[in-house]
């Protein structure tokens, strides 16, 4: 980035952030490089679409308040790798604006401390998103009115009327979880408890879990919305079988479109480890063969990284789930504890949701009933109705095609 001369009030100073994308290289070009041979790099796109462009700053007034503000938000965008919820590509700073909006440019003041900056910045890029989700969007704001009929507007602690109240129960809900994945949830949460504007939506956001669950329903989860890095798969012994196994998955992420169950960027070939998601997504290699399989314990994997990303909702399934299966085992078809048992109620029904989604009914009920491990809790998710309506109600579904 270089500075340019402070403009005149009719000439802006414009200056651009390239965006970090960029050719992934193929492992032949790799191996020539003399790059390490275990590491493969597999490209995928974000959904729902991020801007990717040159992020373009703005100064409507050229003052030192607003390039100190740019340089500002130069450096926590890229602290905190929050180009991955760039929707829009263009930036204003106005030191003039009584508060930051989203459109039809997205503006930001001259005030903030580097974590409101983070909060602020972030809650107007996802607005981009957010308007460009009509149907879902909608969707969602009709579940918010059943919920809190009596939303109110400005005078009640709410946005500018009813309407814009309950879209901004959206927003801020992904406000918090973007905010949460760059600085942590503990700071997050101390910026909008200490916001003045939108109380009453904070209230609702910070402290009701339905708001999260109704999102989450709809696809607006902070971790969906995201852009996808390349996908780094490491092999622990580079053996044949686990090479093998790391070029069947980069064909099959690509022929099936997985990109959009990426929800962690690094994964683990191991072929002396069982399949697990924490803390690095680790695949064995006796799926080799059986593509179906692979595709199932990769998409198992990742989404337990989706449930890890709502807490309250996940407790609250859980809970409900312990009053309808009060026998349910930790051994014995379980998952090595009752508390396991119990989430994967949760992750194997998400599974059965994207599986159906990718190979049809019953060819993915077929492949779940096939497994030797965990068979209470595949018989539940497959035969009981209650599992899935427990897990919907908390927002628990796959991500959509």
């Keep these: 980035m270089s500075w340019s001369?402070?403009?005149?009030?009719e000439q802006p100073t414009t200056w651009t952030r390239a965006s970090s994308s960029g050719e992934i290289p193929t492992p032949a070009q790799r191996a020539r490089s003399g790059a390490t041979p275990w590491l493969m790099l597999i490209a995928v796109l974000a959904s729902p679409p991020v801007a990717g462009g040159e992020l373009t700053f703005t100064t409507a007034n050229g003052s030192a308040e607003e390039r100190a503000t740019v340089e500002q938000l130069q450096r926590l965008i890229a602290e905190h790798d929050l180009?991955?919820?760039?929707?829009t590509d263009e930036v204003l700073v106005d030191e003039k604006a009584a508060i930051p909006f989203s459109h039809p440019v997205l503006t930001m003041n001259t005030d903030g401390r580097d974590d409101h900056l983070v909060a602020t910045y972030l809650h107007e890029q996802l607005h981009w998103w957010v308007s460009r989700a009509a149907a879902a969007r909608e969707a969602a704001i009709a579940e918010h009115r059943e919920l809190f009929p009596d939303v109110p507007?400005?005078?009640?602690?709410?946005?500018?009327?009813s309407y814009s109240s309950l879209l901004h129960l959206i927003v801020c809900d992904l406000e918090l979880q973007a905010t949460s994945m760059a600085i942590g949830e503990e700071r997050a949460r101390a910026v909008l408890e200490s916001l003045q504007h939108y109380p009453w939506?904070?209230?609702r956001v910070l402290n009701d879990p339905r708001v999260?669950?109704?999102?989450?329903?709809?696809?607006?989860?902070?971790?969906?919305?995201?852009s996808r890095p390349p996908l780094e798969v490491e092999l622990a012994h580079d053996s044949?079988?686990?090479?093998?196994?790391a070029e069947r998955l980069r064909e099959l992420i690509a022929e099936h479109h997985l990109?959009?169950?990426?929800?962690?960027?690094?994964i683990l070939i191991d072929e002396r480890s069982t399949p697990h998601s924490h803390p690095v997504l680790t695949l064995h290699t006796r799926h080799l063969g059986a593509d179906e399989r692979l595709i199932s314990a990769y998409v198992h994997e990742q989404l337990h990284w989706m449930e890890e990303a709502m807490t309250a909702q996940r407790a609250a399934a859980k809970d409900r789930l312990r009053e309808l299966f009060p026998d349910a085992p930790s051994e014995g078809g379980g998952a090595g504890g009752l508390d396991g048992t119990l989430l994967h109620l949760i992750v194997c029904d998400l599974e059965l949701q994207a599986m159906t989604d990718l190979l049809?009914?019953?060819?993915?009920?077929a492949l779940l009933a096939g497994k030797t491990y965990y068979q209470w809790i595949y018989d539940k998710v497959l035969h009981d109705p209650r599992v899935r309506e427990v897990n919907r109600e908390w927002g628990f579904v796959a991500p959509p095609g």
């Design 212 to 226: 999260r669950a109704v999102n989450a329903r709809h696809g607006f989860l902070a971790i969906l919305g995201q």
């Design 201 to 203: 939506i904070y209230e």
């Design 240 to 245: 044949e079988g686990e090479r093998r196994t």
């Design 83 to 87: 180009e991955r919820w760039q929707y």
């Design 5 to 9: 001369d402070v403009p005149t009030p």
């Design 259 to 266: 990109e959009r169950f990426q929800l962690t960027e690094k």
């Design 360 to 365: 049809g009914a019953e060819p993915a009920r």
């Design 153 to 161: 507007g400005r005078e009640g602690g709410g946005a500018r009327d």
